[in-house]
């Protein structure tokens, strides 16, 4: 099969989406300019960078595959996620909150709300301070992460999105803090009207700032059994974005094993991709965790002889295609799901399938 049909296998984009985002990025922030010579196109490091985050493999593995040394390979990530990611966040998702003639569907039981909230942990490695471990730790999950809080559309799409949270916060305070009510609020004539939007349990109480939120009481008369029904009927579309999220990302799955600093960056920039990726491919109602789900650091290639040819040593970045060994790539990832790795466990998260080094 050709390279280009198998990118998708490895980084969630057709070549020509990966066009596209790489238009993307040259519009906002031009070519590059003179002075030192850049290995890799736009679109190559776009696709390295996808497919890091993508698969989350640790760079010993990932750059025999594709023919990359690993401090090569690591600046590369840094580089286009600084520069990327923002551009990203800023174009997939709007700065106000769009109206329901703009949606192509609506709510079943509740037509008038805009989005249901929710919010999901993102696991990373136990911090080495006490109060960061207490702050981040999610009670819930039984991991060290950091809240993602998303308003997500009747169409599938998220149109709000908050990071700047600890696991240990309530999601009623992130709410709260995080102004999701300014964003719903819009101007009709001389009035402010509020937007109304989806919530569970968890929410008890943000009405005191957003007075049309629609959330599930704690009872069990049948009226309120009823109406809670058909809030968490509406709701499945958050937990589905959740699914493709993790889905698409297995960084955002599996656990970061990176800076923490850097976190909020990545995933405003999934976040966005992740509508980009719905835009092709809409959600439904069997969304599930399936994408490089086994995949697990600890584990070594299968010895054969595709990849020994693989993992030579190959010509220098300059003077090959990186797309076009992307199709060996996939066949190898895709048969190592069943086999047994070794990769020494550095840095790994504990009770999380993400052991390995970076």
Same mark, same amino acid.
């Given at each position: ?204 109480? #943000? ?5 049309? +939120? &629609?959330?599930?009481?704690? %009872?069990?008369? *049948? !009226? ?97 295609? #990186? ?5 060996? +790539? &996939?066949?190898?990832?895709? %048969?190592?799901? *069943? !086999? ?19």
């Amino acid at each position: 099969m050709h390279p280009k049909l198998q990118l998708r296998s490895l980084c969630n984009f057709t070549y020509e989406q990966l066009e596209y985002l790489a238009d993307i990025i040259e519009s906002n922030c031009g070519r590059a300019r003179r002075g030192r010579k850049v290995k890799f196109s736009t679109i190559e490091s776009l696709f390295l960078t996808l497919t890091y985050y993508c698969t989350y493999l640790p760079y010993s593995a990932l750059c025999p595959l594709l023919h990359i040394s690993q401090s090569c390979y690591s600046k590369l990530v840094t580089r286009t996620t600084n520069v990327a990611f923002p551009i990203f966040a800023s174009y997939f998702l709007p700065n106000h909150c769009p109206p329901l003639t703009s949606m192509k569907n609506k709510f079943t039981n509740f037509p008038d709300a805009v989005a249901a909230v929710d919010s999901t942990t993102i696991p990373f490695n136990i911090p080495s301070v006490k109060e960061e471990r207490l702050y981040s730790w999610d009670e819930k999950n039984h991991c060290n992460g950091i809240k993602l809080q998303v308003l997500v559309s009747p169409d599938g799409k998220a149109i709000h999105q908050n990071v700047e949270f600890m696991a240990a916060v309530h999601d009623k305070k992130i709410f709260d803090l995080s102004k999701v009510s300014d964003f719903l609020t819009v101007k009709r004539g001389f009035d402010d009207y509020q937007y109304p939007v989806l919530a569970d349990r968890g929410y008890i109480g #943000i009405q005191k700032y957003h007075l049309t +939120a &629609v959330v599930m009481k704690r %009872s069990h008369e *049948e !009226a309120d059994v009823e109406r809670n029904n058909a809030i968490a009927q509406d709701r499945q579309i958050v937990e589905r974005f959740f699914a493709r999220f993790k889905s698409c990302w297995s960084c955002m799955k599996n656990g970061f094993r990176g800076e923490r600093t850097s976190l909020p960056l990545i995933i405003s920039g999934l976040v966005g991709l992740t509508n980009y990726n719905i835009d092709g491919s809409p959600l439904n109602d069997n969304e599930e965790l399936l994408l490089f789900e086994d995949f697990t650091p600890t584990k070594v290639l299968p010895s054969s002889d595709t990849v020994a040819a693989v993992v030579a040593p190959s010509m220098k970045p300059s003077k090959r295609n #990186i797309i076009a060994v992307a199709h060996q +790539a &996939v066949d190898i990832i895709q %048969s190592s799901q *069943e !086999a047994n790795y070794l990769y020494p466990i550095k840095g790994g998260i504990v009770g999380l399938h993400n052991m390995g080094n970076t």
